[in-house]
């Protein structure tokens, strides 16, 4: 792996600490979350691999809708790790079945790609979480970052498995 490989995960793993720490001040209506995600770069009707590590915090705020931030990197499955970008995203959710053990959700929000440059990115997915304890829970999804660059649309997808917890 080469150091700007490095770096980025180092700063992912820093913010991801930030933001737990920030979400444990909160209590029961904060969510933490960490994922891996295998999934694929899709543009001009090609899919390359790739995987996402990364996590972030939710809060929720009336009646199952909630706000959040998350940090992810992506890892190309091809190629070198310097390729990796990073993504930051403010996002909205709704939790469909409050308080209870089983939790769907959907979410939808903006992404910034991150590297030497920026890119401004839509993205939106769904999920569930399995509370098998009070704060613990298995969390699984997907989510999908799109953008579009000089008439090309490129989407960074993957399927998460996680933990969430509160």
């Known amino acids: 792996m080469d150091i700007d ?13 930030f933001l737990f720490l920030a979400g444990m001040a909160w209590a ?18 090609t899919t390359e ?19 959040g931030a998350e940090l992810e ?3 190309p499955g091809v190629g070198r790790a310097a390729n ?10 709704y939790h469909f079945l409050r308080d209870r053990r089983l939790d769907p959700f959907a979410t939808s929000g ?18 569930v979480n399995y509370w098998f304890q009070d704060n613990l829970a298995l969390q699984v999804g997907i989510r999908d970052h799109v953008g579009s ?5 490129t989407h960074y997808w993957g399927i998460r498995v996680g933990v969430a917890f509160r």
């Open 5 to 17: 490989a490095q770096i980025l995960i180092m700063k992912s793993q820093i913010l991801v600490s």
């Open 28 to 45: 029961q209506n904060t969510r933490g979350y960490l994922f891996v995600a295998p999934g694929g770069i899709s543009a001009a009707g």
């Open 49 to 67: 691999r790739a995987y996402e590590i990364g996590g972030g915090v939710e809060r929720l705020i009336d009646r199952g809708i909630g706000a």
């Open 73 to 75: 990197g992506v890892v």
């Open 84 to 93: 990796a970008v990073g993504l930051f995203s403010l996002n909205g959710y």
């Open 110 to 127: 903006y992404s910034l790609l991150f590297r030497d440059y920026t890119a401004n990115l839509f993205n939106y997915g769904a999920g």
């Open 149 to 153: 660059n000089g008439g090309i649309t």
